[in-house]
């Protein structure tokens, strides 16, 4: 089974900071996407990345796909309260049958 | 589209009873997935439909669990037998390509007491 490690799992910050989210396997993936999800609902998707050392730049939000394609990280820049709510990354196997996730990060943005 | 549909939103059983989730995924996919999630933790893959056949199925669902997806349109997931460890929130997705995003719903929230 791959894994998928999130780190850090909690983040709480104050609204106009920055912060970065990691996600990393010893596991390749075919692809990686980001989902945020936010309490009673279920995950939306933010990006895939497919290619080794893409970026990919979403208004104030930057993924980073790993050039051996087995980490990724999400970059916030000037959080906003917005913003809070858990993300996830999820690895695409190469069978393509199924989506490996990560354990999440809560993140937090106080006014 | 009107996106993936879960009924019922909340459940609240006695342990030992059976229970039916139901899932209307978006029209034009036919993939369809089922996925637990536990507080504070990531979706953790259940089970997987391609049309009407199911696929893949992960070790977590013990035989007390069944999906079908009969017509390759919607699916339903039953539980027997429920124990408390089975309270968690199912959430349903769907997507139209392999490794195409996938589509969720606002998942069925189990309790059992």
């Known amino acids: 089974t791959q894994l998928l490690e999130q780190s850090p799992q909690f983040l709480s910050i104050q609204e106009g900071e920055n912060l970065t989210v990691y996600c990393n396997s010893s596991?390749?993936?075919?692809?990686l996407q980001w989902y945020r999800q936010e309490p009673g609902e279920g995950p939306v998707l933010l990006v895939t990345v497919v290619t080794g050392g893409e970026v990919k730049k979403l208004k104030r939000l930057t993924f980073q796909f790993g050039d051996a394609r087995k980490d990724s990280s999400l970059h916030i820049t000037a959080a906003q309260p917005g913003d809070t709510g858990l993300y996830l990354c999820?690895?695409?196997?190469?069978?393509?049958?199924?989506?490996?996730f990560g354990e999440g990060t809560q993140l937090t943005v106080n006014p | 589209d009107t996106g993936v549909s879960q009924n019922p939103r909340h459940k609240i059983t006695k342990r030992g009873q059976n229970v039916t989730f139901r899932c209307d995924p978006i029209?034009?996919?036919?993939?369809l997935y089922w996925y637990r999630q536990t507080l504070g933790q990531g979706p953790e893959f259940l089970t997987y439909?391609?049309?009407?056949?199911?696929?893949?199925k992960s070790r977590l669902l013990s035989d007390r669990f069944s999906a079908e997806r009969p017509k390759g349109s919607f699916s339903t997931l039953e539980i027997q037998r429920t124990e408390q460890g089975d309270s968690a929130m199912y959430l349903c997705?769907?997507?139209?390509?392999?490794?195409?995003?996938?589509?969720f719903g606002n998942g069925t929230r189990l309790t059992v007491t």
């Open positions: 439909f391609q049309n009407e056949a199911q696929l893949e």
């Open positions: 596991s390749v993936f075919s692809s």
């Open positions: 997705a769907s997507s139209f390509t392999t490794q195409g995003p996938l589509h």
């Open positions: 999820a690895g695409g196997e190469t069978s393509g049958s199924r989506l490996t």
């Open positions: 029209s034009e996919h036919n993939r």
